[in-house]
């Protein structure tokens, strides 16, 4: 039967994975800007780790939080994991002792869960964060048109991508907005639904308004305008985001318009008072405005919180929804984790079947050739043996080891607890001795 | 008299209601699906017990308050499932299932022991007449849920104290077309079915009765809506005033459908 990892041998399948690497909890960022790969670096790494004779198959995971090299270890590779690291640090160019004690290792059913985690969004900086699972799709359907997968890291990865599409549809691990920006887009989502071809304008040039101005493109708002007190820094902006400057004097001749309205200018009153949204309301037909105030003081005055259609949100709001939020990802990770020791058992009643079936035709063939060798020593002693009692000899002793090994093989392959048939698998590996015969 | 095939309806309609609000806590979209043809095989299988009843009663099954309220929870669903495929939005499915099996349920409790005196038929105009206004009640009701459901999110958008389940339901803007294509279809319902019933009374009487109570509350009816769709266009009224407005006016509504029905009129009371 061929193996798992290496389908022209014959022999034993052991299934192992390995983990290396570092993530935003074991190494600073300047240190893993020194670690991470490239996709042509990834795909040059795993060749290399399987020219070497360390893995035999390998998928390297780059990102800005984490670079972590999975493999399957070729048969008998001593410390596999020593062998990664040390190729790591020598691909990077890094003096070792600078990395010493920020790898994290796996190995077995911990780096697959490792791997599950990551994919939900559980080991991100940014709990239930969404892009891992499209860097971690990536990074796979790259290795695999590489041919740097095989069996196992395949059956893994594929794993971990339904993982972590199962855990973001059937749990709210990354359901709501965590950053402050998001939260400002994804209310305005709340009064709008669809934000495409909704109009925006923005008041001021600060860093988190250029945030919400990003998320609102992606989202594929359609006209936008930006107002400063200087023009150069909103033309600037404008530019930046692909938007329309506008002067500071024509603010009231343009705040008609938008629908969403994001506000982050330094100034010691309100910008927008009442009477000014009032008339920008009354002058778009009574249709709802939603404003984001970042600015501190706040830009909008308190007398305009209750005006007909403003739904109106300052920084501090926005903070306390994210920290809400924060809060009920959370309390949603136990759930996840249901989800990955599901899938995790799902892989090891793989593994387990396949390890079965191999030890089963390995002790098979163990035993054929010593009925084989019995058979032929005590025949020479039997000189009254006619050719067909020698056959019909044969026969039974074969039909006797399929007899012997039928119920061992259904134990092993569908007995009740895997944890049980594992077990049985490394005892019966010990005790026919199949490792030491396979050496 | 409920049949095997109501309570078939019924449990349909319950298991539409679970996944529907299963789907609502944790998005998913084959229990989404699941909980769309769950109410779709509840309303095929009411309609089948809707069927049986006519064929016993060799008449439209809706001639007394239990075989009018059947059909209006059979319309109801008809018309929900009509605009969550129009608007792509199953969010407030587990609302509308949840009155529909209360209603139902409620309905249960009405059962007649026996099936009526079957009435003198009469034709398929009226059949067309009572079954549009029926429908038109139906999506009323629809555009009054979903109108609720608008003041609620509105609210709560306003005190920004956001719940969990606030991130679940339709934006406001959603809410709102949803209601409105509600009425719309309501008021075209009812224009149609007031035009069959005067049709119908001018062949069988040669006048036409506009001082019945339930005629003028149904012109009533017919003018409120239609200032909703107006004014929910208007600068001062667009938004939680015109849903306010819509949930209102669904209050004329079940009072021509109990009060009306049952004590007012004499040419339009139930058997």
Redesign the interface.
Known sequence: MPTATNPNRVGVIRIQVALIGCNHRTAPVELRERIAFTSQQALQAADELKERGILEEAVVVSTCNRSELYGVPGDFAPSTAEAMEEYFTSFHKIPYDQLKGRFYRWAGPDAVRHLFRVAAGLDSMLLGEAEILGQLRTAYNQALDHGATGPVLNRIFQGALEVGKRVRSETEVGARPMSVALAGVKLAERVFGNLKGHSALILGAGAVAEQVVEHMRNRGIGNLRVVNRSFDRAAELAQRVGGEAVAWESLEAVLGVPDVIVTSVSATGPVLTRELLERAIAARSGKPVFVVDLGVPRNVAESAVGLYNLYLYNIDDLGEIVAQNKKARESEVPRAEAIIAEHIDKFESWRGALEAGSIVNDLREQFHQHREMVIREKLKEMDDVTPQERDRIARITEELIERLLEEPQQKLQHGRGMRGRLAGLEAIRHLFGLEDRKK | MPNHLGYLSLALYVASFICYARNLS????WVGRGASVLLAGGILVQYLSLYQRSLALHTVPYDDLYGSMSLFAWLLGITYLGLELFHRQRSVGAFVTLLLVCWITLLGLLTPRSLPVPSVPRGAIFAFHVTLNTWAYAAFALSFVLSVIYLV?DRV??S?R?S?A??R??????LESMARSSVYVGLVALIFGVAMGLIWEHRLRGSYSFGDPKVIVTLAILAVYAAYLLLS?????????AALLCAMNFLIVLFSYTFVNLYLTKFHRFL
């Open positions: 944790v998005p998913n979209i999110q958008l306003r920004r956001l969990v606030f991130w339901f339709p934006a406001l803007d959603v266009r208007n600068a001062n009224w667009r938004g939680a005033r």
